[in-house]
């Protein structure tokens, strides 16, 4: 019963989040709470065990923390799908100007932004932002996907 509770819990949530972006809109926690806290939330409910880097302590404009949210929520989404992972590791953190997100993960890799429309629109949105967009596999697997968002003086 607990575990029915739990994902009848996660299946509601996740049914709001997805009329929230149907409609256009941020994550309710986004706006509300900030980057930092929209990160974990996602961070926690990942399927496949992640941790999360978070180096921010402030907000940043509505469309770098959206474009950031979005990075992770689709990353993770790629890692829960199709990576095979063991492990995924979120890293934020505000340097030199930049907003920087990284999703790591230890599974097959082998992800390109030409393979799928996810990634692909992510490059757009990151690039739309005035940013950076990388997605890289290493020789033993596992994939990054990174952004660099310029952060508005």
């Known amino acids: 019963r607990e575990a029915l509770s ?21 994550p309710a926690i986004l706006r509300e709470s900030g980057l930092g806290p929209a990160i974990r939330s996602l961070v926690d409910r990942c399927p496949t065990p992640a941790s999360l880097e978070l180096q921010i302590d402030k ?44 999703v790591e993960d230890d599974g097959r890799g082998g992800a390109e932004t030409a393979r799928g429309s996810g990634l692909r629109g992510l490059a757009d949105r990151v690039a739309a932002a005035g940013g950076r967009f990388d997605v890289g596999s290493g020789a033993r697997g596992g994939t990054r996907v990174a952004a660099e968002l310029p952060i508005p003086a």
């Open 59 to 102: 907000r940043f404009s509505r469309p770098v923390e959206t474009t950031a949210y979005f990075v992770v929520a689709e990353a993770l989404a790629n890692v829960t799908k199709h990576a095979l992972a063991s492990n995924v590791v979120v890293r934020v953190r505000a340097d030199a100007g930049l907003l920087v997100v990284e």
């Open 6 to 26: 739990a994902a009848s819990k996660e299946l509601r949530g996740a049914s709001e989040e997805l009329r929230e972006l149907a409609h256009g809109l941020d």
